[in-house]
């Protein structure tokens, strides 16, 4: 499945600009804890630069705020808006990913969770909306009502009552972890979208007998795993997180892989028997 990427919307690009680059780029140099003369060395500029940029007594030349940007790790988005800022117009493009200039990342995507098949793997964007998926995770997603199938967010099939939440046997730690997942997107994003999200997932109830924690004689885990029953088994994964590196538009920047990789021998077998 494809979806079309929405950028920010007018008024929170007004709202941005009217905040001047000098702020910005300081509230991301402190996000970052990096000193002036830091950030100046890492730049080949001066502290005293520096800091009449952020008071505004200097205003930064394109490439100067692209520089800092990537000094402080700045995500693609964030950096639109600081050039914004600045007065200049946005250095990276956000393509729809149906567009056809992406029809060779969509299908190197497609190639690439299918070949961790029978592991489960999706690819979502900046939202959690999941834009493709193996065997794998529908799988896992067997039994799930069309409701959350029909416009599939990751975090809403996890964490719904009506998700795989009642199979999770884990579910208060791994709730935990995806919500500080998102709760530290949302500090470098200030994405109005994913808090909504955040804000509607977290209000799910949780039951209050569901196992919180791992049984005391599991095996201990590398990381931690996602404990989730299918089929009168319950079956171990860890998850990983792919990005693309030195992205150059804001749609592939903010595509993710995931992969769940069994935790352990049993779960291993299990997906090793659907492979034959």
């Known amino acids: 499945m494809a979806i079309v990427a929405s950028g920010p919307s007018a008024s929170a690009t007004a709202s ?12 991301w140099r402190e996000r970052r804890r990096i000193s002036q003369l830091e950030l100046a060395l890492r730049a080949d500029s001066s502290a005293r630069h520096i800091s009449f940029i952020e008071t505004g007594r200097s205003r930064p030349s394109e490439e100067m705020v692209l520089r800092l940007a990537g000094h402080l790790d700045v995500p693609v988005r964030e950096r639109n808006a ?3 800022a600045a007065g200049y117009a946005p250095h990276y493009p956000e393509t729809p990913l149906d567009d056809p ?34 065997r794998g995770v529908m799988m896992l997603l067997d039994g799930v009502p069309e409701t959350l199938l029909s416009q599939p967010n990751a975090m809403r099939l ?3 009552p009506q998700g795989l939440a009642p199979r999770i046997r884990n579910l208060r730690a791994w709730r935990g972890h995806l919500l500080a997942q998102m709760e530290r997107q949302i500090a470098l994003q200030r994405s109005d979208r994913l808090r909504a999200l955040y ?7 949780v039951p209050e007998e569901t196992p919180g924690d791992e049984p005391a004689e599991s095996p201990a885990y590398f990381a931690l795993p996602l404990l989730i029953e299918h089929d009168g088994r319950i ?10 590196n030195t992205p150059m538009d804001v749609t592939v920047a ?4 995931e992969t769940f990789l069994p935790a352990d021998p049993a779960t291993a077998k299990y997906l090793h028997t659907l492979a034959v």
């Open 101 to 134: 200039a992406l029809d060779a990342l969509r299908d190197g995507m497609e190639r690439l969770i299918q070949g961790y098949e029978p592991c489960p793997a999706l690819v979502v964007d900046a939202g959690y909306t999941v834009v493709a998926a193996n």
């Open 158 to 160: 996890t964490l719904h």
């Open 235 to 244: 079956l171990s994964f860890v998850s990983s997180i792919s990005t693309f």
């Open 254 to 257: 903010e595509l993710a892989i």
């Open 82 to 84: 600081l050039l914004l």
């Open 199 to 205: 804000e509607e997932v977290a209000a799910y109830p």
């Open 16 to 27: 941005t600009a009217d905040k001047g680059v000098g702020p910005l780029l300081r509230a």
